[in-house]
């Protein structure tokens, strides 16, 4: 016999997980090729983040590798320039050389003796043979001369082909961190691109960061802000807005460490250009003592720098995507301050 199955209605159960499914999709990015699957919006400010930290702890590296970059740059320049003012002086030792070499060729024939019996002027010949002991002696000194002018030479080749060999190898590295940065970033900008164009504000914080621009509108430091410690903080606050561009040094941009650097420079102070150098370009002060102008570091590995404006506030720039910022000074982890 055949079997009459009534068709099953839209119950509970289907319309319970079409409903999960729509809840869902609230929280799922935008549907894109590139849109991973998240959790909620939560999760996904954490990877964002996190992918923007780790592009700064990388980009505090670049750094790091181009100052060394730059300073192989110089020193071998400096070596290869004195390496040929050396080639020049041996060149022409040599010629001396020659030249002196020849002379004796053409009198030196004879005994000496013989040469004095044979002279129809022994007095002339005595002074002769004096003349030809000194161009001996200077043979002699000059050969010297070029001994070691050879010796400094080789010496100084070895130490270019090392400068230039580091110097490549400080370029690979360069090459290595500049597509890990990009990496990382175009990671963040993957997972940005596919949310919704309120969630990816809740995600980069552009309501607090426009908050942050808005309060900070006529605010002025507090403290004994004078003399090269005004002019530092008068510089960055000149900075604020700008965007935050990794490996930037100014003036229209700046990473962490290129503004810290670039200010302190405004109050003729000279600070290393990385954050872990700067870390070391002072006297650490505790919590408590802090004043107007110190130098704030953040997480373990010390990659990211900001100044204290007083009042538990930080004026930095945060990452990318982000500007030059007015902050409060314990939004990220706090590992210490400098005052240079």
């Known amino acids: 016999m055949a079997t009459h199955r009534r068709p099953r209605p839209a ?20 549907a894109t090729a590139s849109a991973e699957p998240t959790a909620n919006l939560d999760q996904v400010k954490a990877k964002v983040d996190g992918l923007y930290e780790e592009a700064e702890a990388a980009t505090e590296q670049y750094n790091k590798v181009d100052e060394r970059s730059k300073q192989l740059q110089s020193e071998a320049g400096k070596l290869q320039d ?3 003012g050396q080639q020049g002086r ?5 010629e001396t050389l020659g030249a002196l070499a020849a002379e004796q060729y053409r009198t030196g024939g004879l005994d000496p003796s013989v040469q004095l019996m044979l002279s129809s002027s022994p007095d002339a010949y005595l002074s002769q043979a004096g ?34 060999a580091e110097l490549e190898q400080a370029r690979s590295t360069l090459a290595a961190k500049k597509t890990e940065i990009q990496a990382r970033l175009a990671e963040a900008g993957r997972i940005l691109a ?28 507090t403290g004994p802000a004078t003399g090269q410690v005004r002019a530092i903080l008068d510089f960055a606050y000149a900075q604020l807005g700008k ?24 109050g003729g102070i000279a600070l290393p250009r ?3 150098d ?7 002060v505790a919590r408590a003592d802090l004043q107007p102008g110190d130098l704030l570091f953040y997480y373990r590995d010390l990659h990211h720098v900001g100044l204290y404006l007083g009042n538990g506030k930080l004026l930095h720039a945060p990452r990318t995507g982000k500007n030059v910022e007015i902050v409060d000074m314990n939004v990220m982890p706090y590992m210490g301050a400098v005052r240079p």
């Open 11 to 30: 119950g509970r159960s289907r319309t319970a997980v079409l409903g999960a499914a729509a809840g869902a999709a609230v929280l799922l990015p935008v």
């Open 194 to 221: 596919g949310l919704r164009a309120a969630d990816r504000a809740r995600v980069l914080g552009d309501d607090t960061q426009a908050a942050s621009r808005t309060a900070t509108r006529g605010q002025t430091y």
């Open 243 to 266: 965007p935050y561009q990794w490996g930037a040094e100014g003036p229209g941009s700046y990473d962490c460490s290129g503004l810290t650097q670039a200010a302190f420079r405004a």
């Open 131 to 164: 003349l030809q002991g000194l161009a001996a002696a200077q043979q002699s000194e000059t050969l010297r001369s070029a001994l070691r002018l050879q010796q400094s030479i080789d010496q100084e080749r070895a130490e270019t082909a090392a400068k230039l």
């Open 278 to 284: 700067q870390w070391n370009a002072g006297k650490h």
């Open 274 to 276: 990385v954050t872990q």
């Open 90 to 94: 041996i060149l022409q030792l040599r």
């Open 82 to 84: 004195r390496l040929a």
